[in-house]
Nanobody, 116 residues
Framework: QVQLVESGGGLVQPGGSLRLSCAAS????????MGWYRQAPGKERKFVATINRSGSTNYADSVKGRFTISRDNAKNTVYLRMNSLKPEDTGVYYC??????????WGQGAQVTVSS
């Protein structure tokens, strides 16, 4: 039974930083791609960043230069370091894990609020 547990959300002032974590467990199949998506209030879920097993990354234009995605393959964990946060970064952040057998799972979501 696959489980994705997210942590690290919270309230931060503009210009501040947060780090999100997502730990995957419960499967013997290898993980290929791990990533983060976010959903702002009243809007659809959007891509933020992804990373493959070798460390190659992709970022949405809106977060380039501010966010950094990383992973620890030994721990099956993906991280998102968010720097220079803006009010428009506010939303629910979901981790996503894609397995070698084409199964895809989502975390429970972590609220990130950027406000003064």
């Amino acid at each position: 039974q696959v489980q994705l547990v997210e942590s690290g959300g919270g309230l931060v002032q503009p210009g501040g930083s947060l780090r999100l974590s997502c730990a995957a467990s419960g499967s013997l199949v290898s993980i290929t791609i791990m990533g983060w998506y976010r959903q702002a209030p009243g809007k659809e879920r959007k891509f933020v960043a992804t990373i493959n097993r070798s460390g190659s990354t992709n970022y949405a234009d809106s977060v380039k230069g501010r966010f950094t995605i990383s992973r620890d393959n030994a721990k099956n964990t993906v991280y998102l370091r968010m720097n220079s946060l803006k009010p428009e970064d506010t939303g629910v952040y979901y981790c996503n894990v894609y397995y070698a057998d084409y199964r895809n799972y989502w975390g429970q979501g972590a609220q990130v609020t950027v406000s003064s």
